[in-house]
């Protein structure tokens, strides 16, 4: 007990010591939660419970590189103002002491219960792995319940990230793995009481149908029904890049099945990118009591430049994307921002047609809607959005932060284009594409003064923007 309280203090001395600095960043977001100091990555345990929506997350207060990751914690009331908890976990016993890796959490019994993957290494740097069980009463203060599970035949330590769930009245679990073949996969195991789990086998692999060895590593699988089918949420590590796919460090994506629950298979479609974006990964659902299912995703690309970013002389890196709600359209997931994403809005800038060249300013916390086909819109001068007619190809180009030069990530849109809608923050931009249909999430550092947009259209489309709120993200009282 005595070393995690101290590490909980040495945690938030380094908070007292570096947000100061980090507040002052120019890059530092006025509406996505991002850490008060330090590296964050995966959303973990993201539900809405009692009332208030909970997102923990990987944290490494100390530095702006991995390592033995604490959990931290974001709740909010409204999907709008976000208040910094107190820090939920922290890697301070056998079974967790290189990292509380990432999980998810379910209610039972009155009480917040969060899965999480213990992280061990011994003195060789072998790893061994442990999914590790944490309660709390009040959402805030957890009592660690130690290992639920360990690792079975089959699988090299690399076996993580275990997403939980309630079937009837059995409990269930995937958690991302690596075969002893080195192949990604998802393992699935099931439970009656969240104490006792019985591993029912390999869910799906690299090679299963119709995969040809899609990657040596699956992280961060996700199950959930959507639309009357199950969905599949997975990183998989180990792509090659091929042609306008799979562009990115790693992958996040899906796939849309068929669970048979009593013979514990699952026939599914073909894997699909989720974000056409340069930062993206690990993303995690819940359902919260409205009936939609909201994804929360990480900013970020674990082993893609990540400390090149310019925030990291300021002593913190990384954010998470906004919470979008999913939808099942036949085979294909749309993300959508929520409805109280509108609440961001503090008075609207600019509201008229567009045609030929226009030009206008754009606050660092913005939205931009455009209904129509346009050709070019450009941001801050750094990134650019541009549409091929004949291609029906939609590109997102930006500036590297590492050299300067031109990166490209596209999407292909087989009706066209008809509507955008983008999230601008100081240092990032979401952008949903025809109400959904595909999205790019990415970090752009442009230079602070800059305030320009520019649009080119061929066609006449309409242009609205909005100042956003730039203060919901609440580090102190």
């Known amino acids: 007990m005595r070393f995690d ?81 107190p820090i939920a976990l922290t890697p301070s016993d056998w079974f967790d002491k290189n990292g509380c890796y990432s999980g998810s959490a379910v209610a039972d019994e009155d009480k917040l219960k969060v899965f999480y993957t213990g992280n061990v290494k011994n003195e060789r740097g072998e790893r061994q792995t442990y999914q590790c069980l944490a309660e709390s009463a ?66 799906s692999h690299a090679e299963a149908d119709p995969f040809e060895n899609l990657g040596y590593m699956w992280e961060c699988p996700d199950l959930f029904p959507l639309g009357g089918r199950e969905i599949l949420l997975f ?60 994804l929360v995703g990480w900013m970020g690309v674990p082993d893609q430049n990540e400390s090149e970013q310019p925030t990291v002389s300021n002593g913190w890196v990384h954010q998470m994307t906004l919470p979008r709600q999913l939808e099942l359209k036949g085979e294909k997931v749309y993300q959508l921002p929520l409805d109280e994403m509108k609440n961001l809005r503090k008075h609207e800038r600019y509201n008229q047609k567009v045609e030929g060249e226009s030009s206008t300013s754009l606050s660092r916390a913005a939205e931009i809607e455009v209904s129509g086909e346009i050709d070019e819109l450009n941001i801050f001068d750094n990134a650019t959005i541009s549409y091929d007619r004949d291609a029906k190809l939609l590109h997102l180009k930006r500036l590297s932060y590492v050299d300067g030069t031109i990166e490209t990530r596209s999407c292909r849109l087989p009706n066209g284009l008809t509507h955008l809608r983008l999230f601008v923050d100081h240092s990032s931009l979401e952008i949903f594409v025809n109400d959904g249909e595909e999205v790019f999430t990415s970090r752009i550092f442009a230079d602070v003064e800059n305030d320009s947009l520019n649009v080119f259209t061929k066609n006449t489309a309409h242009l609205q923007i909005w100042d956003l709120k730039n203060d919901t993200i609440h580090i102190r009282d």
């Not at 090659?240 to 994506?253: E, H, K, M, P, T």
């Open 138 to 203: 009040d959402g805030i203060q957890f009592e660690k319940k130690g290992v639920k599970v360990h690792l079975p035949e089959g699988y090299t330590p690399h076996f993580r990230d275990p997403k939980v769930w309630k079937h009837k009245d059995h409990w269930y679990m995937v958690i991302g793995a690596q075969t002893t073949e080195e192949k990604g996969s998802v393992s699935f195991l099931e439970s009656s009481d969240l104490e006792n789990w019985t591993h029912r086998g390999v869910l």
């Open 235 to 294: 990183s998989p590590q180990g792509l090659a890049a091929d042609g306008i796919d799979f562009n990115n460090q790693y992958q996040s994506g899906y796939v849309v099945g068929s669970l048979d629950y009593s013979s514990a298979s699952y026939v599914h479609g073909d894997f699909e990118e989720l974000d056409r974006g340069f930062e993206f990964y690990a993303p995690q659902t819940t359902l919260d009591d409205q009936g939609r299912r909201i």
């Open 5 to 85: 309280e101290n590490l909980r203090q040495q945690a938030y001395d380094a908070v007292d010591n570096q947000f100061p600095v980090v507040k002052q960043d120019p890059y530092y977001p006025g509406y996505h939660m991002a850490p008060p100091a330090g590296l964050l990555n995966d959303p973990n345990g993201w539900i809405q419970w009692n009332g208030s929506y909970h997102l923990f997350f990987q944290w490494m207060p100390f530095h702006t590189g991995h390592g033995a990751k604490f959990w931290g914690h974001y709740r909010s009331e409204n999907l709008i103002d976000w208040k910094l908890e």
